[in-house]
C-alpha cells in the first residue's frame, strides 16, 4: 500500500481506539457521523489498477464505486476520521490534497493526525491516481480524471459525515467466517515448516473483525470490518469498473439496511395512523 509516514500515525490512533472499544463494547458518549459518495471516475479508455495487466482498458460499469466516511468524536473533544474507497490503494497524492482542502475549510479539526484513508483492494477500479512510477507505469502515467475523481469524492464524503453527527454506540466483535475465501497456493504454503504451521487450523486467516456503529434513535446506521480475502474475484480479463467482492458486500449491505428502514418506516406510520384512528375512536 502506497502511504507516507505520517499516514499510519491516525491508524494508530485509530487501533489505540479499538483497543478501548473492545475493554468496554460499547459506548453511548460519543458522536457517530457517516459520509457516503461517489468515485468512480472514468470508465472507458483508462487502464485498471491491480492486475498490473495494459490489455485491461475500462469499457463500461459493473457498478459504481464509493468512498465511505465514519467519524467517532467525543462531544466536546477528539475526532477520529477513517475513510474506505472502494479502490486498489490509497494514495499520498490523494490524501495530500483532501488534506489540503479539509485545512482550508475546516482548519485544523481534520488533519494527518486523525485523518486514516484506506483502500479495498478492488484489481477492477480506474488507474493513474497514485505518485510512484512503478504504480503508473501500466497506466501509461497519470490520470487526471482519476485522481480527481479520489479527491473530489473523499473529500465531499468527509464533509459529509460531521453534518449528521449524532449520539451513539460502537460495538466490535470478532469470528470465524468459512468458506468464504481460499489460499492462492496451497502447495506453496506447505513449505513452510511444520512448526509453524501446526500453529493454525487452517492455512488462511478465517477471522473478521466487525465494528459496528448504532445511532441511540435509529439503531445501526454503518459497519465496517476487516476480512483477508483479495479483491480478485473479478478477473484480469474483466474490463467493468468494480468494487469487486468487498465492494459488492457494501453495496449489499446498503440496499438491505434501505430497506429495512424503509420497512421501519412503513410499519412506524401504520402504527401512527392506528394510534390516530383509535384515538379519533374513543374521542
Given at each position: 500500500?502506497?502511504?507516507?509516514?505520517?499516514?499510519?500515525?491516525?491508524?494508530?490512533?485509530?487501533?489505540?481506539?479499538?483497543?478501548?472499544?473492545?475493554?468496554?463494547?460499547?459506548?453511548?458518549?460519543?458522536?457517530?457521523?457517516?459520509?457516503?459518495?461517489?468515485?468512480?471516475?472514468?470508465?472507458?479508455?483508462?487502464?485498471?489498477?491491480?492486475?498490473?495487466?495494459?490489455?485491461?482498458?475500462?469499457s463500461?460499469?459493473?457498478?459504481?464505486?464509493?468512498?465511505?466516511?465514519f467519524?467517532?468524536?467525543?462531544?466536546?473533544?477528539?475526532?477520529?476520521?477513517?475513510?474506505?474507497?472502494?479502490?486498489?490503494?490509497?494514495?499520498?497524492?490523494?490524501?495530500?490534497?483532501?488534506?489540503?482542502?479539509?485545512?482550508a475549510?475546516?482548519?485544523?479539526?481534520?488533519?494527518?493526525?486523525?485523518?486514516?484513508?484506506?483502500?479495498?483492494?478492488?484489481?477492477?477500479?480506474?488507474?493513474?491516481?497514485?505518485?510512484?512510477?512503478?504504480?503508473?507505469?501500466?497506466?501509461?502515467?497519470?490520470?487526471?480524471?482519476?485522481?480527481?475523481?479520489?479527491v473530489d469524492?473523499?473529500?465531499?464524503?468527509?464533509?459529509?459525515?460531521?453534518?449528521?453527527?449524532?449520539?451513539?454506540?460502537?460495538?466490535?466483535?470478532?469470528?470465524?467466517?468459512?468458506?468464504?475465501?481460499?489460499?492462492?497456493?496451497?502447495?506453496?504454503?506447505?513449505?513452510?515448516?511444520?512448526?509453524?504451521?501446526?500453529?493454525?487450523?487452517?492455512?488462511?486467516?478465517?477471522?473478521?473483525?466487525?465494528?459496528k456503529?448504532?445511532?441511540?434513535?435509529?439503531?445501526?446506521?454503518?459497519?465496517?470490518?476487516?476480512?483477508?480475502?483479495?479483491?480478485?474475484?473479478?478477473?484480469?480479463?474483466?474490463?467493468?469498473?468494480?468494487?469487486?467482492?468487498?465492494?459488492?458486500?457494501?453495496?449489499?449491505?446498503e440496499?438491505?439496511?434501505?430497506?429495512?428502514?424503509k420497512?421501519?418506516?412503513?410499519?412506524?406510520?401504520?402504527?401512527?395512523?392506528?394510534?390516530?384512528f383509535?384515538?379519533?375512536?374513543?374521542?
Amino acid at each position: 500500500m502506497t502511504l507516507s509516514c505520517y499516514v499510519h500515525w491516525p491508524w494508530i490512533l485509530f487501533l489505540i481506539f479499538l483497543q478501548n472499544i473492545r475493554r468496554n463494547s460499547s459506548f453511548s458518549n460519543y458522536l457517530i457521523g457517516l459520509g457516503n459518495y461517489d468515485i468512480t471516475g472514468p470508465a472507458a479508455d483508462v487502464y485498471m489498477m491491480g492486475y498490473a495487466n495494459m490489455e485491461q482498458t475500462a469499457s463500461g460499469l459493473h457498478f459504481r464505486l464509493r468512498a465511505r466516511t465514519f467519524i467517532v468524536a467525543e462531544p466536546q473533544g477528539n475526532r477520529v476520521v477513517f475513510v474506505n474507497l472502494d479502490a486498489c490503494m490509497a494514495s499520498q497524492i490523494v490524501t495530500t490534497k483532501v488534506l489540503e482542502r479539509l485545512k482550508a475549510r475546516y482548519d485544523n479539526l481534520y488533519a494527518e493526525k486523525n485523518v486514516a484513508i484506506s483502500g479495498i483492494h478492488t484489481h477492477a477500479g480506474p488507474g493513474g491516481y497514485l505518485q510512484y512510477i512503478i504504480y503508473i507505469v501500466t497506466s501509461l502515467g497519470f490520470v487526471r480524471q482519476s485522481y480527481d475523481a479520489l479527491v473530489d469524492g473523499t473529500e465531499k464524503s468527509i464533509i459529509q459525515a460531521p453534518e449528521n453527527l449524532r449520539p451513539g454506540s460502537i460495538f466490535i466483535n470478532k469470528g470465524g467466517l468459512l468458506d468464504a475465501g481460499v489460499n492462492r497456493s496451497p502447495s506453496a504454503y506447505l513449505n513452510n515448516p511444520a512448526s509453524q504451521r501446526n500453529k493454525y487450523k487452517y492455512n488462511v486467516d478465517k477471522e473478521m473483525t466487525l465494528i459496528k456503529f448504532v445511532d441511540n434513535e435509529w439503531g445501526p446506521v454503518g459497519a465496517v470490518n476487516w476480512f483477508a480475502t483479495h479483491g480478485t474475484s473479478m478477473s484480469q480479463t474483466n474490463l467493468l469498473i468494480s468494487g469487486d467482492n468487498k465492494g459488492a458486500v457494501a453495496r449489499f449491505m446498503e440496499d438491505w439496511q434501505r430497506d429495512v428502514h424503509k420497512e421501519f418506516n412503513k410499519i412506524s406510520l401504520k402504527t401512527y395512523r392506528s394510534y390516530q384512528f383509535q384515538g379519533e375512536s374513543q374521542a
